[in-house]
């Protein structure tokens, strides 16, 4: 057996015990896929991420995996991913720009030290608007049941992973739409299948010092209810940006997690060529090494 650096973190995490948690093993170039696929399985975490040697034009690379598959990308790996390159020295602890390699290509990411630590940032891939077949709209509806949409259609996007994004939206005397949802994990579960990681649902916050809340559910990767989850916030940017109600140079903050006990925060940027930046706070809970 190998001994590996182990770090467990907590991503988009304002303290210890917030955010969502991510497991990091270090030096895994020759661990093979069914190998990593295993780990995650047994860590049953929403994402195990693996640190890897780069390739030219990156300061490090990483594969992503849920507890039941790889994916190209994900935000909260993203981010620990950087924090862990920065925490283990394998990069300058002064940069303030990395390049990331995964599999959904090479990615920009900016790191900022202020007074409340070190805050991280990844571009998201460009996400694209899925096309969809009649056949999904009784699965939708029945997902959607009894939920008060919002302006935003209901649609299908791909950022490295798939997900339907919804917003929902009550009258002010009704309760929250997003916080008190009640989902059918069955109907997500079937409206997902095969070609999408989950659903998440977004609306204006109701709390101070946030702009949306939203939750995020992916019961067919194992996981009923993601604690925080940068995809799937972009793929909600990419949204609101598409049906023109984000410009270039916005920013704004979410609200994740709180449902699971997990209170998360989601810094949400689009630069200037409208492109999404997800970003936030990690912090280290778990230092120490692993055989597998």
């Known amino acids: 057996m190998t001994l590996r650096r182990y770090l467990q973190l907590d991503v988009f995490a304002h303290r210890i015990g917030a955010g969502n948690p991510l497991a990091v093993v270090f030096d895994a170039q020759d661990m093979e896929a069914a190998a990593m696929q295993s780990f995650a399985a047994w860590m049953h975490l929403p994402e195990t991420i693996f640190l890897l040697p780069p390739q030219a034009g990156a300061d490090y690379r990483v594969r992503i995996f849920t507890p039941r598959q790889e994916l190209a990308f994900a935000g909260h790996p993203s981010l620990g991913a950087a924090w862990a390159a920065i925490d283990a020295r394998r990069v300058p602890a002064d940069r303030e720009s ?117 939750r995020a559910f992916c019961p067919s990767d194992g996981i009923a209810e993601d604690p925080v989850t940068g995809s799937a916030n972009a793929a909600i940017a990419a949204a609101l940006v598409e049906a023109g109600r984000l410009r270039p140079g916005d920013r704004y903050s979410v609200s994740q997690g709180r449902e699971v006990g997990r209170d998360g925060c989601v810094e949400v940027r689009i630069d200037e060529d409208g492109e999404v930046w997800i970003g936030g706070q990690v912090q280290a809970v778990i230092r120490g090494t692993v055989e597998w």
């Open 98 to 214: 990395l390049v990331q390699e995964c599999a959904a290509g090479l990615l920009p990411v900016r790191v900022v030290h202020d007074s409340t630590g070190m805050r991280v940032s990844v571009r998201a891939p460009r996400a694209r608007r899925c096309d969809h077949d009649r056949a999904t709209a009784p699965r939708l509806d029945a997902a959607l049941a009894g939920w008060p949409r919002g302006a935003l259609a209901p649609a299908l996007w791909d950022n490295g992973p798939r997900w339907w994004v919804v917003e929902l939206e009550a009258a002010p005397d009704q309760p929250d739409p997003v916080r008190s949802l009640q989902p059918d994990l069955n109907a997500i579960l079937a409206l997902a299948g095969d070609d999408a990681l989950g659903l998440a649902v977004f609306a204006r916050s109701r709390d101070p010092g946030y702009d949306y809340v939203v």
